[in-house]
């Protein structure tokens, strides 16, 4: 299946930090248009159910009281090639290893806290974004 939305979760320290603004200007002015916007603050199971593909990893725990441990912007961002595209804005996991000019490296402190999600292929944008959204605000 191919689309061309993909999921992303502006993160809580960068919500804290109050860049969501910087980082929202940063993805419309890549030509990303925001299908559904909210903000949300998970539950430390709620995370952990978000992120179940990781829960044999030594970081799990972590990854999850960090994803609850205050609000999170999700979102569903539209464009040709969006999931692919998406990830090169976003850079790489660990921010040391991000390239200049995307979100994680001007915005991400650690490989922990790295200030925004982006889905890895269509099937699980639809999945994640039907995780946050419901059909009514997919328009
Ligand atoms: P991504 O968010 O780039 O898709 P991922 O799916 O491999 O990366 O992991 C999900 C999140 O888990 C990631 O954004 C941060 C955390 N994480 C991944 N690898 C980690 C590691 N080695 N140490 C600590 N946290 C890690
Ligand atoms: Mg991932």
Redesign the pocket.
Known sequence: MTTNRTFTMIKPDAVAEGHSGAIIKIIEEAGFRIVAIKKVHLTKERAGQF?AV?QERP?YDG?TTYMSSGPIIPMILEKDNAVADFRKLIGA?NPAQAEEGTIRKQFAKS??S?AI??S?SDENAKIESDFFFAGLEQF
């Open positions: 992120y990781h970081f990854l996991t490989v922990e790295n999600h982006g890895d």
